[in-house]
């Protein structure tokens, strides 16, 4: 509390100066701080990053022996006549036995020749507790050095197992171990070869970490597979110790660790080849003598910078109060009082809160707040009160007891958007609203709208609905369309809804005005359209049953995937269009809002026509000078691309239903499987199944699955005990006879002859052999 009230009782001079000082010190001692602490932990840093440059080179090159040895363990396995020999057992009594085990013997000289001789090869025949080794010769199972391995092993089929020096008592070599065969459930026998420990010592001390630094090798299992003793070597990590910890999860490991009561900092490189762990040590006491040089050195630095600073900071502060003094002393006595900060802090506090005001203000005249509630208005989303309730703060009211909603648009939008630039149209729109406003001012009320480029909505208020409120609102409309295109040098269309009593029912007038422009393509453009107008005409109602009946026509073409004939229903209309449009105006309006229902058809079935188009859609409609060149662009382009991707997408898409079904064929062909049966479970049609299966397989449903059928009853009349009568009933035949026909049909011969022959002629073969 003391030092609070001191530092309120000292002047903002004295205050300048003190903070100065403070700014001035305590961040070049926390740089210092910084740096010192950075220092230690670049000189730990690039010991890591040198170790991992080091233990990559190791890992690399214990990798690529590794790799060779077990590629060569492969090789060997694998090899034909290993296996046979393996099979066969060492037998001096058996012909075939005796050459197995000549050709295996020359076999594995060559490999050990191949090689280099860098190991040794033993075979061990686990059928007939045998081993042979080009090293210990021939002897029996439990005579050999590595029985206890061998018994307790278990085969890997993903790969080789590797076991260090030193696992087994008296244990000096590299062992790799594999079953034989390589891929068959059942163990024959094993493989093993036996490398000199020379050979990776060799790669191992070829390492250079520095003096008192030590390497280490650890395997998958936590056992020590190389390390600078040979008594480590071969022992597995305690899960009390430290480094067994840091084996398991290095990033998560933190401080150092203790071996022979000495800190060592740890880093490590994990091969993903077999998951080898390489590990070097580094004794602490070498990381903090460098960082220990590096921060004294900082301390100095750090030290000279702060009497500079503080140097600064005196005559800075002094300079930084001058103009302080200056604006201050523009101030009354009365108003600059004794601080002068104070008054300087009063007065900006004053212009603040003014401009705050302001900002308010204005954002409360904003004109997009306006129409977002008039917009809430059009759609029916607010009541009267909610209307109300809203539109106060932005000083907005719709005054009279009818509403006529009026929807003006531009009667070519796509040639207007592409003339002027968003902020070009944008300018324009505020300019016809306000021309608006101003014409019809003199009716109760009038707002505005623009939800579109090229649109603007308005709602005139009046106090009555009769003839002469009705003129007068045609009137100013007709006005207007003279005054657009006059000002703004483009035609216009207007379209008027019928008086509404209230404003809850401004939806009900924006919608039948959105529903009346649809009738500019008609009437043409510059021009008044209301119910009357449409009602009264006897060739918008021909033309409204005309123009429904084809685009329900074509869009159902077009979803059912009948392109050709949805092309040839727009050339028929395309002939008919004249008798009811005299104008090109009207008929570009009119292919425009089809092509929009196009896309929106093609966008529910999970197209985008844009994409499939060089061209913007609309730019070829709007260019077009006759009606000929708007056909060919829909048969010779627009047609054709929709045809294509949609044939792209029906070929993948019955590509991938027809290996479903054909794995469900194979999956329930012992069932009373049915062309309908496998429709029902796919959710389509059996016609579609049927078609789309010989288009891709060349044979119908049926064929295929009596094909399947018939190749599953010669695999088990050949390879099965079963009868003729259980293959029957797996099969789903009615009775033996059904059967033995449709498999005489697919084969030549009946069930039982195929049988006889096959059995025959194996037993022949067996014979001969």
């Keep these: 509390m003391q030092s609070i009230r001191f530092l309120k009782q000292i002047s903002f001079k004295r205050k300048l100066l003190m903070y100065s000082l403070l700014l001035s010190v305590i961040p070049v001692t926390l740089l210092g701080l910084i740096s010192s602490y950075l220092a230690g932990s670049s000189v730990q840093e690039e010991v890591d990053r040198n170790h991992r440059i080091i233990l990559k080179q190791i890992e690399y090159q214990m990798d690529g022996i590794l790799k060779s040895l077990e590629a060569s363990s492969l090789q060997i396995a694998s090899d034909r006549t290993v296996e046979k020999s393996v099979h066969l057992g060492i037998s001096l009594d058996q012909l075939e036995a005796l050459e197995t085990t000549l050709d295996m013997k020359e076999i594995i000289r060559q490999y050990r020749s191949y090689n280099g001789t860098l190991f040794n090869i033993s075979l061990v025949y686990n059928r007939f507790n045998q081993v042979y080794s080009n090293h210990y010769g021939m002897q029996a199972l439990t005579d050999f050095p590595y029985y206890e391995l061998i018994h307790f092993s278990k085969p890997q089929y993903t790969g080789a197992m590797v076991v260090p020096p030193y696992t087994y008592p008296q244990q000096k070599e590299f062992l790799l171990l594999r079953p034989v065969p390589v891929d068959s459930p059942e163990q024959e026998g094993w493989l093993m070869l036996h490398v000199a420990p020379d050979i990776i010592y060799e790669v191992f001390q070829s390492a250079s970490l520095g003096s008192g630094r030590k390497l280490l090798v650890i395997d998958e299992q936590g056992r020590i597979v190389l390390g600078s003793s040979t008594k480590e070597i071969g022992t597995r990590l305690a899960p009390t110790d430290d480094l067994y910890r840091f084996w398991l999860n290095p990033s998560s490991f933190e401080g150092t660790y203790t071996y022979n009561q000495e800190a060592y900092h740890l880093s490590s490189e994990k091969s993903s080849f077999n998951n080898w762990t390489y590990v070097a040590m580094t004794p602490q006491s070498e990381l903090t003598a460098k960082s220990d040089n590096i921060r004294r050195l900082t301390w100095i630095t750090v030290g000279v910078l702060i009497g500079l600073w503080m140097l600064i900071s005196i005559i800075g502060s002094r300079r930084l109060y001058f103009p302080i003094q ?91 958007r592409q003339k002027y630039r968003s902020k070009d149209r944008s300018l324009i729109m505020y300019a016809l609203s306000k021309l608006i406003q101003e014409i019809c001012e003199e009716l109760r009320s009038c707002v505005t709208l623009t939800p ?34 006059e000002y703004f040098q483009y035609t216009i269309t207007v379209a008027i809804s019928d008086p509404h009593p209230s404003l809850a029912t401004i939806s009900v007038g924006y919608e039948q005005a959105l529903q009346l422009l649809r009738y500019r393509f008609l009437t043409g453009g510059d021009t008044i359209i209301s119910r009357e107008l449409v009602e009264g005409s006897t060739a918008i109602r021909q033309f409204n049953c005309f123009f429904a009946n084809w685009q329900r026509m074509i869009l159902s073409s077009i979803a059912e995937g009948e392109i050709d004939r949805a092309q040839e229903q727009f ?27 196009i896309d929106q058809c093609l966008h529910d079935k999970g197209y985008d026509l844009h994409d499939w188009m060089d061209d913007p859609l609309y730019m070829n409609i709007y260019s077009a000078s006759t009606l000929e060149e708007i056909r060919q662009w829909f048969c010779d382009e627009l047609f054709p691309a929709i045809q294509r991707q949609m044939e792209q997408s029906r070929q993948s898409r019955q590509s991938i239903l027809i290996h479903r079904v054909i794995d469900y064929i194979h999956e329930k062909f012992e069932t009373d499987l049915s062309l309908q049966q496998v429709a029902d479970e796919f959710q389509c049609s059996p016609s579609l199944i049927s078609r789309s299966f010989k288009e891709e397989k060349g044979v119908n449903f049926v064929d295929y699955l009596i094909h399947y059928r018939m190749t599953k009853a010669k695999e088990w009349l050949a390879h099965s005990d079963l009868s003729i009568k259980e293959i029957t009933d797996r099969l789903c035949y009615a009775t033996t006879q059904n059967f033995s026909r449709v498999f005489k049909q697919s084969t030549g011969i009946p069930p039982g002859k195929y049988r006889e022959q096959y059995r025959k002629g194996h037993s022949s073969d067996r014979l001969h052999f």
């Design 326 to 416: 200056r604006l201050a002393g523009k101030f009354s006595d009365a108003e600059r009082g004794a601080d002068d900060l104070k008054a300087l802090d009063v007065y900006l506090s004053k212009v603040l809160t003014t401009n705050e005001r302001l900002r308010v203000q204005w954002q409360e005249q904003l004109p997009h707040l306006k129409e977002s509630v008039l917009f809430k208005l059009l759609r029916g989303e607010m009541t009267e009160q909610e209307f109300a309730a809203h539109s106060a703060p932005y000083h907005l009211t719709l005054q009279g007891s009818r509403f006529y909603v009026c929807a003006l648009e531009v009667d070519q939008p796509v040639p207007f």
């Design 452 to 485: 579109n480029p090229g649109q603007v909505v308005y709602i005139l208020g009046t106090e009555q609905e009769d003839e002469e409120t009705w003129s007068k609102v045609n009137e100013m409309n007709r006005l207007i369309r003279e005054k657009v295109r």
């Design 571 to 597: 050339s028929q209309m395309m002939d008919d269009v004249p008798q009811f449009m005299a104008n090109m105006e009207s008929v570009l309006g009119l292919i425009a809002y089809l092509l929009g229902e």
